[in-house]
T-cell receptor
Framework: SQQGEEDPQALSIQEGENATMNCSYK?????LQWYRQNSGRGLVHLIL?????REKHSGRLRVTLDTSKKSSSLLITASRAADTASYFC??????????FGKGNQVVVIP | DAGVTQSPTHLIKTRGQQVTLRCSPI?????VSWYQQVLGQGPQFIFQ???????GRGNFPDRFSARQFPNYSSELNVNALLLGDSALYLC???????????????FGNGTRLTVT
């Protein structure tokens, strides 16, 4: 199936450090989105990057997209304990139906 | 404004039973989608509705069905429950039409279904 795949799947960092997650996909997309999920609750949309964009920022978040490599990365700078969550990338192939990866578990140690 | 609301929050059913899950989208959102999230995995697309019509269906058996009402709320029905149907069922709404991409989804907190 055409799904995003995140790498690494589990990350443990100290508060204040940066966290980087990567995501790859298989075919052409219209956009790629990152979501956060806390403890099995609903997903919260973080950032959407269109296929013609290469980098996007939102607060402490930075997302890059490399369509030639079919990959994206999410960087969280100056992490906080509240950033502890699972992070998912999701690809939209043009019909607003998302294909999610397996997710990255990020633990920020105070 | 209220976000996407789902009910019930938790549900325990026995194999073979039927279940109905409910979702109310954000006010003004006409598109509703359903996703299944098995523990430890990412959400999997089940259905997409827009203006009361089914606009997309994922790779799920016919035991799964859904509908959208005139007020844009939605129900997901699952018949003949199997143990493997145990999952978090997420509803999401969007302002955009399905053909109009580049619009994020707004998720509810989900219904945790346990099948015993």
């Amino acid at each position: 199936s055409q799904q995003g795949e995140e790498d690494p799947q589990a990350l443990s960092i100290q508060e204040g450090e940066n966290a980087t997650m990567n995501c790859s996909y298989k075919t052409s997309i219209n956009n790629l989105q990152w979501y956060r999920q806390n403890s099995g609750r609903g997903l919260v949309h973080l950032i959407l990057i269109r296929s013609n964009e290469r980098e996007k920022h939102s607060g402490r978040l930075r997302v890059t997209l490399d369509t030639s490599k079919k990959s994206s990365s999410l960087l969280i700078t100056a992490s906080r304990a509240a950033d502890t969550a699972s992070y998912f990338c999701a690809t939209d192939y043009g019909n607003n139906r998302l294909a999610f990866g397996k997710g990255n578990q990020v633990v920020v140690i105070p | 404004d209220a976000g996407v609301t789902q009910s019930p929050t938790h549900l325990i059913k026995t194999r073979g039973q039927q279940v109905t899950l409910r979702c109310s989208p954000i006010s003004g959102h006409k598109s509703v989608s359903w996703y299944q999230q098995v523990l430890g995995q990412g959400p999997q697309f089940i259905f997409q509705y827009y203006e009361k019509e089914e606009r997309g269906r994922g790779n799920f058996p016919d035991r799964f069905s859904a509908r959208q009402f005139p007020n844009y709320s939605s129900e997901l029905n699952v018949n003949a429950l199997l143990l493997g149907d145990s999952a978090l069922y997420l509803c999401a709404s969007s302002l955009a039409r399905p053909s109009s991409y580049n619009s994020p989804l707004h998720f509810g907190n989900g219904t945790r279904l346990t099948v015993t």
